[in-house]
Nanobody, 116 residues
Framework: QVQLVESGGGLVQPGGSLRLSCAAS????????MRWYRQAPGKERELVAH????????NYADFVKGRFTISRDNVKNTVYLQMNNLTPEDTAVYYC?????????WGQGTQVTVSS
């Protein structure tokens, strides 16, 4: 049974930080690229960050460059998103996504709210 379980979301003040985690099981995590997406109310889901299966290549959306860092632990089968200097515009549900060829999986999402 494939599972992607996100955690680490919550309420944070502007300028604060959060670290999201996504624990994977039920598939060969080390062979999948991993991504974080987000979806704000009334908006389409958008790609935030991408990391290759070995972790050697990372890409970011322009709106998070320099603030967010994606990483993965292929022993713990977990991908992370370190988010710094958060702004209210970062408020969204954040989703973990795994892909390899035609095979892909989504997590259930974790809410991040940035507000004073």
């Amino acid at each position: 049974q494939v599972q992607l379980v996100e955690s680490g979301g919550g309420l944070v003040q502007p300028g604060g930080s959060l670290r999201l985690s996504c624990a994977a099981s039920g598939f060969t995590f080390t062979t999948y690229v991993m991504r974080w997406y987000r979806q704000a109310p009334g908006k389409e889901r958008e790609l935030v960050a991408h990391i290759t299966s070995g972790g050697g290549i990372r890409n970011y959306a322009d709106f998070v460059k320099g603030r967010f860092t994606i990483s993965r632990d292929n022993v713990k089968n977990t991908v992370y998103l370190q988010m710094n200097n958060l702004t209210p515009e970062d408020t969204a549900v954040y989703y973990c996504y795994a892909a390899r060829g035609l095979s892909d999986y989504w997590g259930q999402g974790t809410q991040v709210t940035v507000s004073s």
